[in-house]
């Protein structure tokens, strides 16, 4: 079992930063393969990005390239997302999921899911 509990979630102004983390316990974390995605008012849950520590890679969605960084420190079991250049259109719901098969990960259908935290960017 994983569980994960997101956090660092706030209020800021357009071109601002935050950093969220998503705190995971359980058996094996650096086997899992980490993402996080978001879901605004009205809309369907999205992928955001992706850590794969089998495959030393990370995964972004085309929307936040270039301004959002997804890392992982096994030692504290966490992930982060570190978001930079927030825009309006960023404000939504922020969750963290794992998963040990990447592909059901990145396609929204990870095992474990942490309860959510709000990002709001104001213009």
């Known amino acids: 079992q994983v569980q994960l509990v997101e956090s660092g979630g706030g209020l800021v102004q357009a071109g601002g930063s935050l950093r969220l983390s998503c705190a995971a316990s359980?058996?094996?974390?650096?086997?899992?393969?980490m993402g996080w995605f978001r879901q605004a008012p009205g809309k369907e849950r999205d992928f955001v990005a992706a850590?794969?520590?089998?495959?030393?890679?990370?995964y972004y969605a085309d929307s936040v390239k270039g301004r959002f960084t997804i890392s992982r420190d096994n030692a504290k079991n966490t992930v982060y997302l570190q978001m930079n250049s927030l825009k309006p259109e960023d404000t939504a719901v922020y969750y963290c999921?794992?998963?040990?098969?990447?592909?059901?990960?990145?396609?929204?259908?990870?095992?474990?899911w942490g309860q959510g935290t709000q990002v709001t960017v104001s213009s």
């Open positions: 999921a794992a998963d040990s098969r990447l592909a059901r990960l990145r396609v929204g259908e990870g095992n474990y």
């Open positions: 359980g058996r094996t974390f650096s086997s899992y393969n």
């Open positions: 850590f794969s520590w089998s495959y030393g890679s990370t």
